[in-house]
């Protein structure tokens, strides 16, 4: 059956129906929703017309992290929301997802996190950039200075997001502004 709603299409996963209709509810106004209880059924929810998923991190049957692996694995290149009420590890700094929220959110950081992933035209550098800047600045809210200072990976992460930053000032007028409102975005605790 085609789509007729021709707003951007977020698929919400959560293991929880009642979260998952809240977040539903919330986004309603401003994008379609389409929601999957699990992660098995997010993976049959998926598809082409999906542009972006809300995704549930700590789910019992199939763990949002594993869901995020297969998406990506079965070339869904969407954007993808982490969402969890558990603080963030290192090891999110290898995970291929868009951005990161820590429960709980409200809904006006939900639906700007979900715009500003959908509703702009994409770039590959600037998607890049954001995407560090969320890790980067989930895992400054969340783990100490010293620990961070530790890690090659996340040092590394730094190094890369300086360097786009210095790419993308040069070359969009009104970076700044567009970095101030992706930073006005509580991402965590």
Partial sequence: ??????RSLVLVVEDEESVAETYALALDEAFETRVAIGGAAALDAIDEDVDAVLLDRRM????GDEVLAELRERGYDCPVIMATAVGPDLNILEMDFDDYLTKPIDNETLRETIAQHVDREPDERLDEFFELRSKLDVLESEHPEYELADSEEYQELKRRASELRGQLEAEIDDFESVVEIHEQIERGN
């Fill in 1 to 6: 059956m085609a789509r007729t709603d021709h």
């Fill in 60 to 63: 019992p049957e199939m763990h």
